[in-house]
């Protein structure tokens, strides 16, 4: 039988404690009427690049808005784009544009913003093409879908002067950054070590085949970036998060909020010094091909920064799966949602709580009028570093080689974090465990340790030759990431 550890006993008592205290929480508030200008020299113009998962919610962030229009929506799939156009025509009076390809839509001079929640392959180059054309853009997470691309991103905000915000919203919660703020000034004393937590149920995306793409996709628009390989997966939409081409499994799609977090929480400016990950996809054998098992580890020098992923049923974490622990010399802070956390001494009695929301979109439009990027809560700077990391992980993992369980235990009792490393791989063999996977027949794939150049942002060591390819990708033609931020 598992035997849980004392520590491990109080980490479970806090998150319980902390999906309690924290339910309920504050949505993110809309902008008041008198924060917004109702000047129509002063509106606006919106275009949403993506429209069937997170653009959804773009649009309602901005047609709410008295200083804000949407006049433009960008999806490489027809029915999804026009039924958006409908919405919003329904609520506002006014129809947009649709687009199928974003290259036509950004040839309209009189779009202020373009906001992007494409797949992930898209998000740095439909990033960059919009701020090329001189647009103002707001940059669903992740940033990238590689190390390198990330960085131009940012590099082309900065040499055109254009505003652009990240969509990690729990920057601008108050609840959150005054929980930041409280970690910051040693409230729960010296802090050394972050875990993040992304404990999502995923099930199986269906077998490996050669699907029908839907007759409304353009796909050579869809894949754009990517390579324009036959449809492998059952379902077109959100499925493709789980294939390399396109997504970052969820260490990059959910967890990049937690990840963010907890960078933010240590303190941490650049990409550190080195990373290891370990995992599998454990369970089913499907047409993904992410980890939906993984741990990735983070080397800072004297801090460390740990992430699981969990994809399949969870153990007693239940209840508060997703969020970040802070452990500290004087106590504990338990970030559970996206309005702040709960602190508690390191006997488990909460001290503190922190939660208010925020308006993450009126940050961003308060950025575009003033064009200061530091009155940005989430400059695409602090989402190229936190998305990078992501990256990091999954480099790691992709470099890995097959190992038993046995095995892989005896690589993490070398670890820096020996006790660390070891207590966090006993909770995830209890975890496959109890979700029936034979942990004697079944192999782990260890990732390679790797040394990072945190400034530079490439790989060092006997490795490097291997890993630095892994930090961009091949581009399709017409559709390549460029490698200056020069005007087009």
Not at 58 to 65: A, P
Not at 301 to 324: A, I, M
Not at 381 to 409: F, I, K, M, W
């Amino acid at each position: 039988m598992f035997r849980q550890s004392r520590r491990e006993f109080l980490e479970q008592s806090m998150l319980t404690a902390a999906a309690a205290a924290m339910a309920g929480a504050s949505l993110p508030a809309p902008a008041s009427a008198d924060e917004q200008s109702s000047s129509p020299n002063e509106r606006l113009r919106i275009a949403v690049l993506g429209v069937h998962g997170r653009g959804k919610d773009h649009l309602g962030g901005f047609v709410g808005r008295k200083d804000c229009e949407v006049v433009a929506i960008g999806d490489p799939d027809e029915a999804v784009g026009q039924k958006a156009a409908d919405d919003v025509e329904k609520k506002t009076g006014k129809r947009p544009e649709y687009f199928a390809d974003l290259r036509k839509l950004l040839e309209d001079k009189s779009i202020n913003i373009v906001t992007v929640a494409t797949p992930n392959h898209w998000h740095s180059l439909a990033a960059i093409w919009a701020i090329q054309a001189g647009k103002d853009v707001y940059c669903e997470k992740p940033v990238s879908h590689n190390v390198s691309e990330g960085r131009r991103v940012v590099d082309a905000a900065r040499k055109h002067n254009k505003i652009c915000q990240a969509g990690t919203q729990s920057r601008s919660s108050v609840g959150t950054r005054r929980l930041m703020e409280f970690l910051h000034s040693g409230g729960i004393g010296d802090l050394k070590l972050a875990r993040g937590l992304c404990y999502k149920r995923r099930e199986s995306i269906g077998a490996r085949g050669t699907y029908q793409v839907p007759a409304s996709v353009n796909y050579d628009v869809w894949c754009g970036p990517a390579p324009m390989s036959p449809l492998s997966r059952r379902q077109f939409h959100y499925d493709w998060h789980w294939q390399w081409d396109y997504g970052n499994g969820d260490l990059g799609n959910q967890g990049i909020h937690q990840m963010d977090l907890a960078r933010w929480g240590l303190g941490l400016t650049d990409i550190g010094r080195g990373v290891v990950s370990y995992g599998g996809r454990f369970g089913y054998e499907d047409a993904g091909e992410t980890a939906n098992t993984q741990v990735s580890i983070f080397d800072y020098g004297d801090k460390t920064l740990v992430f699981e992923v969990r994809g399949l049923v969870t153990d007693s974490l239940k209840g508060s799966k997703v969020g970040v622990i802070f452990e500290g010399t004087q106590g504990y802070a338990v970030m559970g949602d996206y309005s702040g956390g709960v602190v508690f001494d390191l006997a488990g009695n909460e001290v503190k709580k922190f939660n208010e929301g925020g308006d993450h979109y009126g940050n961003f439009v308060k950025g575009v009028r003033s064009r200061k990027v530091e009155d940005l809560n989430a400059d695409i700077l602090e989402g190229h570093l936190s998305s990078a990391l992501c990256h990091l992980g999954n480099v790691s993992y992709r470099l890995g080689e097959p190992l038993s369980a046995a095995d892989t235990q005896k690589r993490l009792e070398s670890a820096k974090l020996k006790d660390e490393c070891l207590e966090t791989f006993e909770r995830v063999k209890h975890h496959l465990a109890d979700n029936q996977v034979d942990l004697q027949s079944t192999q782990f794939t260890f990732g390679a340790p790797l040394t990072v150049d945190g400034k530079a942002e490439t790989f060092m060591g006997g490795m490097s030759d291997k890993a630095n390819p892994l930090l961009t990708r091949e581009y399709r033609k017409g559709f390549e990431v460029p490698a200056s931020a020069k005007v087009v």
